[in-house]
């Protein structure tokens, strides 16, 4: 299935679809995705411009995997993404103890972010989500930055521009509407590597690497996740996503 253009309809709409969609890719996670010792939580949420994480958590470093403890096998290969971007700025295995527990389970290694309409409507909430990412990077914590909306005023460049500005180097990325959605997976070492993939509206989620400990890395299912959460939601609010057109109420059904 391609992907929709939610800018066509409310926010409050997004929002409902991409909270079933973080809760679908945790649980393919967590079903044999991730090597033994790893978990995937959810991140409480603190308020409409916060985005929705995804922590991938270890009490010690995990097993790679093995026919016989039911773990994933987590590759060392270098991942297959259409950009791959080198910073030259080398500041953060160096600040890899400042990594903070979240849950009960241990240290955060991984992050997934999922971006949403609030964390671009102004230019605190661009600030805060840009901080915090870079706030995970300097940590050494791995990001993987799901951004399904086009660049705004306040991100001109989308927000992969923003933190490559920050954390980067003077590359940059071009690109042009309509393909302007960018993904983007940061492996936070010495030197920090972007891996990106650039969409449009109607085109198919590609699966993107997620980096763990010990230089490995595993493939997030997006489309297929995608699908499941699409297929979870009422043919409604299907109609108005694809169309952009909401229902009108009849005069009746108005109190």
């Not at 290694?109 to 915090?132: H, T």
């Not at 990106?196 to 489309?223: A, H, N």
Request: charged share 25%; proline share 7%; net charge negative.
């Amino acid at each position: 299935m391609p992907m929709h253009d939610w800018t066509k309809v409310p926010s409050g709409l997004f929002h409902d679809f991409h909270q079933t969609w973080s809760i679908l890719i945790k649980t393919a996670l967590n079903a044999g995705l991730l090597p033994t010792g790893l978990s995937a939580l959810v991140e409480q949420r603190f308020g409409p411009k916060e985005p929705d994480v995804l922590a991938i958590e270890t009490q010690s470093e995990p097993n790679r995997g093995n026919a016989h403890d039911g773990g994933a096998l987590a590759t060392v290969e270098r991942p297959r993404s259409r950009y791959i971007l080198r910073s030259d700025k080398k500041i953060y295995a160096a600040k890899a103890n400042r990594i903070a527990v979240k849950h009960h389970l241990g240290r955060t290694v991984s992050v997934i972010e999922i971006v949403s309409p609030g964390n671009k409507d102004s230019r605190a909430a661009v600030r805060s989500l840009i901080g915090k990412t870079l706030e995970y990077l300097r940590a050494g914590v791995h990001v993987l930055l799901i951004d399904p909306f086009p660049p705004t005023k306040r991100d001109p460049q989308g927000m992969h521009g923003l933190i490559w500005d920050e954390a980067g180097s003077d590359d940059a990325l071009e690109f042009a509407s309509p393909r302007d959605r960018i993904f983007a997976s940061y492996q936070a070492t010495d030197e920090l590597t972007a891996y990106l993939e650039v969409l449009g509206v109607g085109d198919v989620l590609p699966s993107m690497p997620l980096f763990l400990p010990g230089g490995t890395s595993i493939e997030v299912p997006l489309e297929e996740t995608y699908l499941a959460a699409w297929a979870t939601c009422s043919k409604i609010m299907q109609e108005a996503v694809i169309t952009g057109v909401l229902p009108v109420m009849d005069e009746d059904q108005v109190e």
